[in-house]
Structure formats: structure tokens, C-alpha cells
T-cell receptor, first 119, second 111 residues
């Protein structure tokens, strides 16, 4: 199956710093990428959807100035957590889909996740 | 409000038995529903997709049913093995080009 990578897999940072997480689709072109957040023993919560070359669409309650998303190419999306605080500590997971239709059933392929710890 | 509930947070079964996981949703009309497996500290891995006009879908030891009247999907693992121990997530796409996930069921298969 298709492969999606994330880097870094783990990051520890000080409060107030910014952290960038990369998500790459390795063997297919991802017209749409998604960013999720997962708290321990909880399900994935969709944060935002991004289409290549367009501004990301954020879910209700997600601060777009706090979580900057860039989808500059068909194989790369980045999530930057700006001025991170301890409450931003979480498991961040990206996924990628190649379908272009709003009703596409193309499978979403998930990255392995990035564990962010803000001290 | 919209909800996707997997009504067993945890399920323990004996090796060789069939595990049945439930996913119920409210205030959605999904065109299809998906099931994923997630291991600790890892991203979800796609298992099966079932469309609204399909009653049942099978893949090896896995079987999924989809009842749009009951707004429920059942996920079965037959002849379960310890290696099947993981968290299983149902997810649906309401047609808005994104996925919403259920709360997950942590399955433990006891040798």
C-alpha cells in the first residue's frame, strides 16, 4: 500500500517555541492531506484539511494562527505549532489521499504520527 | 449532535474465538464507512471500506456489515489471534471529503 511518512517521530520543546512537523506521501501524489490530533486513549480528532496550493480548512475550535498548515506540493504538507504550550502536547497524525472528488472513496493513508511534548 | 460511538472501550476474548466490535453513529448519512487498526504509538492502518449499498464485506478473517437503517456497522474478526490485539477504529466520511473517527475499541486476544 501507499506510504506516508512523518518527521520527526518525537519532539520535545520548551514552552514558547515553535515546532514544525512534516508529512510526506512517498509513492503517490496527495491532492488532499489531513492533520489529526490524538490524546491518550482517545480517538483521532480532525484538525484541518489541506489541498495542494490552497489554504487549509480548519475544523471548528482549531486556531489557524496557532496551527499553521502549508501544503506546498503534492507530496508534502507541514504543520507548525506556534508558540507551543504544555497543553499542545499530543500525538499528531497526518494522512494523505489522492482522490480529487469530494465524494472520492480513495483510501486515506496515515503517517506514523509525531509525539509532541512541550515542557 | 453528531456522534460516532464504539460502545466497547475494551474487549477481551479468548484466542480462536470471533471478536465482534460495534460502531453506531447518529446524525450522519455516510456514503461509506471504514475500519482501521491502530497499534500503540502508531498511525491508523486501513482495513476495510463498506459502501452504503453494501450489506457485508469480507477480507480474509475480517467481516464488516453496514446497516444504514440501524445506523450501525459491525466488525468481526474470526479465529482471533494474539497478533490481532490492537485498537480498532471505525470512521465515516459524510461526503465532505474528510473522515470522522469513532472512539475506538481496544481488543485484547488472550492466548
Amino acid at each position: 500500500g501507499a506510504v506516508v511518512s512523518q518527521h520527526p517521530s518525537r519532539v520535545i520543546c520548551k514552552s514558547g517555541t515553535s515546532v514544525k512537523i512534516e508529512c510526506r506521501s512517498l509513492d503517490f501524489q496527495a491532492t488532499t492531506m489531513f492533520w489529526y490530533r490524538q490524546f491518550p486513549k482517545k480517538s483521532l480528532m480532525l484538525m484541518a484539511t489541506s489541498n495542494e496550493g490552497s489554504k487549509a480548512t480548519y475544523e471548528q475550535g482549531v486556531e489557524k494562527d496557532k496551527f499553521l498548515i502549508n501544503h506546498a506540493s503534492l507530496t508534502l504538507s507541514t504543520l507548525t505549532v506556534t508558540s507551543a504550550h504544555p497543553e499542545d502536547s499530543s500525538f499528531y497524525i497526518c494522512s494523505a489521499r489522492s482522490g480529487t472528488s469530494a465524494t472520492s472513496t480513495d483510501t486515506q493513508y496515515f503517517g506514523p504520527g509525531t509525539r509532541l511534548t512541550v515542557l | 449532535s453528531q456522534k460516532i460511538e464504539q460502545n466497547s472501550e475494551a474487549l477481551n476474548i479468548q484466542e480462536g474465538k470471533t471478536a465482534t466490535l460495534t460502531c453506531n453513529y447518529t446524525n450522519y448519512s455516510p456514503a461509506y464507512l471504514q475500519w482501521y487498526r491502530q497499534d500503540p504509538g502508531r498511525g491508523p492502518v486501513f482495513l476495510l471500506l463498506i459502501r452504503e449499498n453494501e450489506k457485508e464485506k469480507r477480507k480474509e478473517r475480517l467481516k464488516v456489515t453496514f446497516d444504514t437503517t440501524l445506523k450501525q456497522s459491525l466488525f468481526h474478526i474470526t479465529a482471533s489471534q494474539p497478533a490481532d490485539s490492537a485498537t480498532y477504529l471505525c470512521a465515516l466520511d459524510p461526503g465532505a471529503n474528510n473522515l470522522f473517527f469513532g472512539t475506538g475499541t481496544r481488543l485484547t486476544v488472550i492466548p
